[in-house]
């Protein structure tokens, strides 16, 4: 064999090392064959789970961010309500640790009453403040339940001042709800989007119709809150008036709260001067009938109404008010009220002062309390003339304060 292979002629040579080579590379082209069909296949089957996973990840924004945000809120609402719970246990326990130190201190002070009374008169009233503190401890509320239970009266309705709407309380109308509590906000005639004439309104009655409105057709049983600002207070009173068992509480909001036979517009003469000359010589006259009939309204200039009004507002509180403001009637604020003991003298009335206010100073908010003495008087520091734009927090605060007032 060996010599055979020896004696082969080239040709022969060269033919079978071909043939050796075509059958190398036959079964390497077989084998790189065999391995890109493997391929193909195992590219086919991976298809269906790769377009799975391109929707998941490569699909709109808005549904990988909301899963994402979903996930977080769900794990941000587990720790907030191991956070509520956790202070809710804790308020409780101590509540109920004040609760019996209040007990421990009557057993304590009725001992030393009965063995030691030369001691016990020194120690008796401190004892009982202390007692008295405990037991205004327990009774915090617990939940926001337990909150809205100490309220007889949920029911907000909130009265708009001169030039205004319903619109300007949407700070007060949004944190009253968020409580839990139930705020309305009525336009009065002629006033936000209420579509009567501003120069046809000449009277408080007509003015004020859909507030009494409103509160004549409450349920029978039903009371509300109500809140006056600035002129807005006149309706309150006249409301007072007219309406005294739909009404639990009243609240002058930095408003016109007159006595008996007292025009709205006068609680503002020091800023404006006399009804008389005001009458007679101020540039914001309306002549809604013609320049030769008795004025019907009047309006301040813009520069006016920002220093006047809104000194500590915020830009975009200023702007929207710009917009939105619309003439104020001249009758009402200039009409003077019929109010009586009978009626209006029993109502529940509460005032909120202002104390950087330029349309209402202080001085004449302090006046307006010394002249008829409220129930209780509130103050808002920093706050201009429109506290619902200006400090809304610290005036939901004593709103809601006035509403857990037994």
């Known amino acids: 064999m060996g010599n055979r292979f020896i004696c082969m002629k080239k040709k022969d040579t060269r033919d079978n090392n071909h043939g050796s080579k075509s059958k190398r590379m036959g079964r390497s082209q ?7 069909e493997f391929l193909h296949r195992q590219a086919l089957s991976m298809a269906p789970q790769q377009n ?5 990840f490569d699909g709109s924004m ?5 899963s994402t945000s979903s996930r977080r809120r769900n794990l941000s609402d587990s720790f907030s309500n191991g956070k509520q719970v956790a202070l809710l246990l804790f308020v409780k326990t101590f509540a109920f640790m004040a609760m019996l130190l209040c007990f421990l201190f009557f057993l304590l002070t009725c001992w030393e009453v009965k063995n030691c009374p030369e001691k016990s008169l020194s120690r008796l009233q401190h004892r009982k ?11 915090i509320p617990c939940s926001a339940s337990d909150f809205l239970e100490n309220i007889k009266f949920k029911k907000f309705v909130l009265v708009h001042g001169e030039g205004f709407g319903a619109w300007c309380w949407y700070k007060t109308i949004a944190l009253l709800e968020e409580t839990g509590l139930v705020p309305i906000a009525i336009d009065l005639t002629g006033c936000g989007i209420d579509l009567a004439d501003t120069n046809s309104v000449t009277t408080l009655a007509e003015y004020s119709k859909p507030l009494i409105s409103y509160l004549e057709n409450l349920p029978e049983d039903e009371q509300v809150i109500l809140v006056g600002h600035s002129t807005g207070g006149a309706c309150v009173s006249y409301a007072l008036e007219h309406c005294p068992k739909k009404i639990s509480k009243a609240i002058f909001l930095c408003a016109t709260m007159v006595s008996d036979g007292q ?6 003469s020091e800023e404006l001067g006399s009804a ?12 809604g009938n013609g320049e030769d009939k008795p004025p019907t309204g009047f309006m301040f200039k813009k520069q006016q109404m920002k220093g006047l009004y809104f000194n500590q507002s915020q830009t975009k509180d200023v702007a929207l008010a710009m917009v939105s ?4 009637p001249l009758g009402p604020v200039m009409e003077k009220l019929s109010l009586s003991p009978e009626k209006y003298g029993t109502g529940r009335r509460f005032f909120i002062q202002t104390l950087d206010d330029r349309a209402l100073s202080p001085d004449v908010q302090e006046k307006l309390v010394r002249d008829s003495p409220p129930e209780r008087v509130f103050k808002i520091k920093g706050s201009d003339h429109c506290p619902f734009f200006s400090k809304p927090q610290a005036l939901h605060k004593i709103l809601l304060e006035i509403a857990q007032i037994p």
């Open 276 to 287: 008389e000359r005001f009458m007679l010589e101020s540039q914001f006259l309306i002549h």
């Open 129 to 139: 403040t202390c007692s008295a503190a405990c037991a205004c401890i327990w009774r």
């Open 325 to 328: 403001m619309r003439a104020i």
């Open 263 to 268: 025009r709205p517009f006068d609680v503002f």
């Open 62 to 66: 808005s549904r990988r961010i909301g």
């Open 52 to 56: 799975h996973l391109s929707q998941r």
């Open 30 to 36: 077989r084998k790189l064959m065999a391995e890109e």
